[in-house]
C-alpha cells in the first residue's frame, strides 16, 4: 500500500471541507476521485499535495507517517500535482519548463538536461522535442510536459486533476494509455474527473466524496457511471441528454466571413460563415483556444470585428441575447454582489427594479426569489454572496440571469465547465427547454460528448476557421475529434442554412 488516508479532516472557519476522509492505494494502481462541486475533492488534493495542512487525521506514504508541511515538501516526498489548468511559460522551451526551480547551479549544460529530457521521456512513452517551444505545442502536448515536470522531479506519486477537461478523443486516448504505462511502471496515480465513463475505463478504484464526506470506495469495474452518479449527488440523476427532433424555424442570426482578433490584436477568427436558426442548436466543437472565446464575444456584440458581417433577424434586439460566457467567476458574476444584485445586472435601470433612479429591493428581492425556486438555486436567502456559492449554483445564477425575458438568441459558452453531474444536467434541461420555445443557441464545449448530445448540427472549428458543418445525428465522435485536431478529413459540410 503506498499512500493511506485516516479520518482527515480541514474547517475553514465554520465551513467543513473534508471530514474524517479515510482511504488507500496500491502502489502501481490508479484512484479516482469523484465528487460534486464543493464535495471536497479540491481541498483533500491540497492536502495530501502539501499546500494544506489537515485539522485531524493522519497521511501515510509506504506505511510511514509523513507530515506535508509545503508544497516543496509533498516534491521531497515524491508526491507531484497535475493541475487542470497548466502551469508553463509558453515562451520557454520543454526543457527549460522541466527543469526551473530544480538547477541551482550558475553553469548549466542545457544541451545534457535536453539528453536528459529525451531519454525520460522515452522511457515513460511521453514522445516529446525537448527543444520545442512550449507556446507552439498542441494542448495534449502540453499536459505531457507537465507530467513529465513531475516524472523529473522522482514523483513517485501523482495526482491529475481534470487532465482530460481539454483534450480531443485521441489526445484522450494517448494520455489514458500514458497513464497506465506508467502505473505498469509502479507509480500511483490519483485521477480527478467528472467523467464517470472515463474513471470507470482507467481506474482500479474510486472513491465519491459528497458533502465533505466519503461515501462509498468501490472497484470502478463493479459500478456503472448511474450508480456513481447517484452516490455522487444523492439522488436519482438523467445522464441521457433527451431532446426532440429539432424544428428550425426562421433566420435569427446570419454570419458572413467573419475575422475576429484575440486580446493580442492577433487574428482568431478567419472567415466564418453560417447561419443559426429558430428553434435549433448549433453546437461548436474544438480543442480550447481555437477562437471559441472571440467568436461567442463578437456575436454577443462585446468585441469588435475585423472583417465580415453579424446580421440578426429584426426580432432579436442586443437586449434579447442572452450571453452565458466561459468564466462565471470573472466575467459572468460580481462575486461581492449579492444574488439578487447578481440577477439584475442587465436590468437595474429598467422598472420594476428601479424607479426615479433609484433601487426598488422589495422588486429586486421578490424577483430573485422566484428566479432562485426556477433555477434551484441553493442558498439561504437572496442577499448571500456569490462567492459564496458551489460553482453549480453560480452557474445557475447567470442562467437565471441570461434566460430572464426569453432571449431569442443563446450564446452558451462552456456552459458546463467543472460542474458535477447534477448541475451539468440542470444546465441541459434548461437549454432545451429554452430550444424547444424557440430560441436559437450558439453551444460551445470543449466536451465533445455533450456537443453531440445537445446539438441538431455541429460546427468544427480548427486554428480559428469551420473545417465543417456536420448533422449532429449522423456524425461520429471520431470523425469529429479527427477534424478538431488536424482540420482535415471527414465529410463535406451541411451547409450553413
Known amino acids: 500500500m503506498y499512500l493511506r488516508l485516516e479520518n482527515i479532516s480541514k474547517r475553514f472557519n465554520s465551513f467543513v471541507a473534508n471530514h474524517n476522509i479515510s482511504f488507500s492505494v496500491d502502489a502501481g494502481k490508479i484512484h479516482g476521485i469523484l465528487g460534486e462541486n ?20 493522519k497521511i501515510y506514504l509506504e506505511d510511514k507517517p509523513v507530515k506535508i508541511t509545503s508544497p516543496k515538501g509533498a516534491i521531497k516526498l515524491g508526491i507531484g500535482m497535475v493541475y487542470q489548468h497548466f502551469m508553463l511559460v509558453p515562451q520557454l522551451t520543454v526543457t527549460e519548463n522541466i527543469i526551473m526551480g530544480t538547477e541551482n547551479s550558475w553553469c548549466l549544460n542545457l544541451r545534457q538536461k535536453q539528453e536528459e529530457i529525451a531519454a525520460l521521456s522515452q522511457a515513460y512513452g511521453l514522445k516529446i522535442d525537448p ?27 501523482l495526482i491529475l486533476d481534470e487532465p482530460t477537461a481539454v483534450l480531443t478523443p485521441t489526445e484522450v486516448e494517448s494520455l489514458i494509455n500514458i497513464l497506465r504505462q506508467l502505473a505498469g511502471a509502479g507509480k500511483t496515480i490519483i485521477f480527478i474527473s467528472h467523467k464517470l465513463e472515463e474513471v470507470i475505463n482507467l481506474c ?26 447517484e452516490l455522487m449527488v444523492g439522488r436519482e ?39 443559426l436558426r429558430a428553434g435549433e442548436i448549433l453546437g461548436i466543437a474544438g480543442v480550447d483556444g481555437n477562437g471559441q472565446r472571440e467568436l461567442a464575444d463578437a456575436i454577443a456584440g462585446v468585441r ?20 452565458i460566457p466561459e468564466d462565471r467567476q470573472k466575467i459572468g ?68 440571469r441570461e434566460l430572464a425575458g426569453e432571449p431569442n438568441l443563446i450564446i452558451a459558452m462552456q456552459p458546463t465547465r467543472g460542474l458535477d453531474v447534477g448541475a451539468t444536467a440542470a444546465v441541459h434541461s434548461r437549454l432545451l ?55 482535415t478529413g471527414g465529410r463535406k459540410s451541411a451547409g450553413t442554412g
Open 38 to 57: 464543493g464535495a471536497g475533492k479540491t481541498t483533500l488534493m491540497n492536502i495530501i499535495s502539501g499546500l494544506y495542512q489537515p485539522d485531524t487525521g
Open 131 to 157: 527543444a520545442a517551444q512550449v507556446e507552439n505545442l498542441p494542448v495534449g502536448t502540453q499536459q505531457r510536459v507537465e507530467i513529465l515536470k513531475v516524472l523529473y522531479r522522482q514523483a513517485q506519486l
Open 204 to 229: 482500479d478504484t474510486v472513491t465519491v466524496l459528497r458533502r465533505s464526506k466519503v461515501v462509498a470506495t468501490t472497484i470502478a469495474k463493479e459500478v456503472t457511471p448511474q450508480q456513481l452518479a
Open 237 to 275: 440523476v438523467v445522464l441521457q441528454v433527451n431532446k426532440s427532433a429539432s424544428v428550425p424555424g426562421k433566420v435569427i442570426v446570419s454570419v458572413q466571413n467573419l475575422s475576429v482578433a484575440n486580446d493580442r490584436g492577433i487574428p482568431a477568427v478567419s472567415n466564418v460563415s453560417f447561419q
Open 304 to 323: 469588435s470585428i475585423i472583417n465580415g458581417k453579424i446580421e440578426f433577424n429584426r426580432s432579436c434586439t442586443r437586449q434579447k441575447i442572452g450571453y
Open 333 to 400: 458574476l460580481v462575486l461581492q454582489f449579492s444574488i439578487a444584485q447578481n440577477l439584475i445586472l442587465k436590468a437595474f435601470k429598467n422598472l420594476p427594479f428601479c424607479h426615479h433612479f433609484l433601487l426598488q429591493p422589495p422588486a429586486i428581492n421578490n424577483h430573485a426569489q422566484v428566479a432562485m425556486a426556477e433555477f434551484d438555486i441553493r442558498a439561504t436567502g437572496e442577499d448571500i454572496k456569490v462567492s459564496q456559492l458551489s460553482g453549480g449554483n453560480q452557474q445557475k445564477v447567470v442562467l437565471a
Open 433 to 487: 427547454v429554452e430550444r424547444d420555445r424557440g430560441a436559437a443557441i450558439l453551444y460551445i464545449s470543449t466536451e465533445l460528448e455533450e456537443v453531440m448530445a445537445m446539438s441538431d448540427r455541429i460546427a468544427v472549428i480548427y486554428r480559428g476557421e469551420f473545417v465543417a458543418i456536420l448533422d449532429a445525428e449522423i456524425a461520429t465522435i471520431e470523425e469529429i475529434g479527427l477534424l478538431m485536431g488536424r482540420g
